[in-house]
């Protein structure tokens, strides 16, 4: 591209610095003072690391990580084995002509806000709600169930987000699979089972990663879905950060437990990103 | 053989199809209900609850506040994300790959952290909570979306277009202007809408950084306080409904596009 003066040079500095300057003045600049703010005493002032030692001392603390660990790699888990068969299910058995109409289907909740869908699951799962009225009316059990207020309570909650996630990522993966591919190995004398297993499979794993990986980012997260479902009977670290802020107005603890949060995403991210790497060459 | 795959296949694709809108077929239809709480049996149908919705002032105020922020840092976000991915597709920039990356860099972060950053930000430069400092903190959500998209979608084809009218002695303005703009029109309003869906949605930021005057989201998780209550259904059916049509003007200006 030819450029001729400085009114050309000029240019494209002019189109790009908006957006950097947005991003440093309200992206980095409060990641550092989020950082800055972490390193400083709620009472008293003074620099030091007396919020990240308290992480690691205060029991209830590293329990609300242990928790949020577990909650998402269970939702991963699930979420993924139940969205897999589905998205095969709409690659491959639905005719070509609905598979548009489908997808868009099964995904159209996935646009709810994140209240309004917790609150939606709220009013399937409450002690008087349509799961326990419909048990009781048919007599399959005399007590309602304590199903609200719980771990499933979240777990469900994230799961009926992250299978319509994951859905869209496994489908598109399916559809990109060139069908040469099975082709080639019917023709190689493979049954249906065994080019799924073998061949199918292997190729959307990249796939899956990416899409649990998304999943684990955004579950772990996410303050709405473990508030409302799985209330305070159980913290999950998002939880913990809000209460430093809403109860005490301790910001310095909660900048200390977001940068936390945020460590063990980013070596979630490495290990996710060395594992794709050994598996593609 | 094939015909137990199909009747499993259909079996199990039901069952996640009723998984799916479980919830949502609940929210709606006990935002019908006619007496004061939204669990079985069914009394509707009745319009009371969305009435009451209605005449609610904090909501209907909240809802036009949530439109606003909405609309406003979509706007701002798409505006900035446009200028930038013209620049860094059209020119070669020292650095390009590493400024790009820092412009996309807040997707990777949960809004939670995006949020609390701002708080202690503006909290230290004595900038007070307000529905400004909530917008602010969608743009930094949507700019990255915004520039991605539109970015993706910018190729030689449009460079050609532009030399054309350069060659032809427009002014840069006029080729950003009468060329760029329309011929990247679909994938600017694509932006927009899925910035508008995202903001409309979005609660934790607003949480965090408003304070009397808020956004429909966090007016929301405020009814929540009292339970399961037929109302909080009737206003979430409604941004249930908001969502649904922009995310079906996002479909039809991106996807429409393209020949599949």
């Known amino acids: 591209m030819s450029t001729t003066g400085n009114d050309r040079r000029a240019l494209p500095w002019a189109l790009v610095t908006p957006a950097l300057g947005w991003t440093l003045a309200f992206f980095v600049l409060p990641f550092i003072a989020m950082g800055l703010s972490s390193l400083t005493a709620h009472e008293g002032g003074g620099f030091g690391l007396s919020n990240y030692s308290q992480f690691f001392t205060n029991p209830s603390y590293w329990q609300a990580m242990v928790n949020s660990l577990q909650v998402t790699a269970i939702v991963t888990v699930v979420s993924v084995l139940l969205a897999y068969p589905f998205a095969w299910i709409l690659a491959e058995q639905v005719p070509e002509r609905w598979q548009r109409l489908a997808l868009m289907l099964a995904v159209l909740p996935f646009w709810t806000s994140y209240v309004v869908r917790s609150y939606s699951w709220l009013l399937v799962l409450a002690q008087n709600g349509v799961i326990n009225r419909a048990l009781t009316g048919s007599g399959l059990i005399s007590e309602p169930l304590q199903l609200a207020n719980t771990r499933l309570a979240t777990v469900t909650g994230f799961v009926h987000f992250f299978v319509m996630l994951l859905t869209l990522t496994i489908f598109a993966n399916l559809k990109q699979l060139s069908p040469s591919y099975r082709k080639a190995a019917a023709d190689l004398g493979a049954g249906p089972v065994r080019t799924f297993l073998h061949v199918v499979l292997p190729l959307t794993l990249p796939g899956i990663m990416v899409g649990a990986f998304l999943t684990f980012v955004l579950c772990i997260g996410d303050y709405i879905t473990p508030q409302i479902l799985g209330g305070n009977n159980e913290l999950l670290m998002p939880q913990l950060v809000m209460m430093q802020i809403g109860r005490r107005g301790d910001f310095p603890l909660a900048s200390a437990l977001s940068i936390i949060l945020m460590a063990v995403v980013t070596v979630a991210y490495l290990a996710c990103a060395r594992w794709l790497k050994i598996e593609r060459t | ?260």
């Open chain 2, 1 to 260: 053989m094939r015909r137990i795959v199909r009747i499993a296949s259909l079996a199990y694709a039901l069952a996640v199809y009723a998984f799916i809108f479980l919830p949502v077929v609940v929210l709606v239809l006990f935002s019908l209900q006619s007496t004061s709480f939204p669990i079985p049996p069914f009394t509707g149908p009745s319009l009371r609850w969305y009435e009451a919705v209605l005449s609610d002032t904090r909501l209907t105020s909240a809802l036009v506040n949530s439109l606003l922020v909405a609309s406003i840092s979509s706007l701002a976000a798409v505006t900035l994300g446009f200028l930038s991915a013209w620049g860094f597709a059209r020119f070669v920039l020292p650095g390009s790959a590493l400024l790009r990356g820092l412009i996309t860099l807040p997707l990777t972060v949960s809004y939670l952290i995006i949020g609390m950053g701002l708080l202690v930000l503006f909290n230290w430069a004595g900038v007070p909570k307000s529905l400004l400092a909530a917008g602010i903190g969608h743009v930094v959500i949507n700019l990255p979306l915004c520039f991605a998209i539109i970015y993706s979608q910018m190729g030689d084809h449009q460079i050609n277009i532009e030399r054309a009218a350069r060659d032809l002695g427009a002014p840069e303005w006029k080729v950003l202007l009468l060329v760029t703009v329309p011929v990247m029109a679909p994938a600017i309003f694509a932006g927009f809408f899925l910035s508008m869906t995202f903001s409309w949605d979005e609660f934790v930021i607003s949480f965090l950084l408003t304070r009397f005057d808020t956004t429909l989201p966090v007016e929301i998780w405020n009814l929540l306080r009292s339970g399961l209550n037929p109302k909080t259904n009737a206003v979430g059916s409604l941004v249930f409904a908001v969502s649904i049509v922009l995310v079906v003007l996002f479909e039809l200006t991106l996807l429409r596009r393209k020949p599949v």
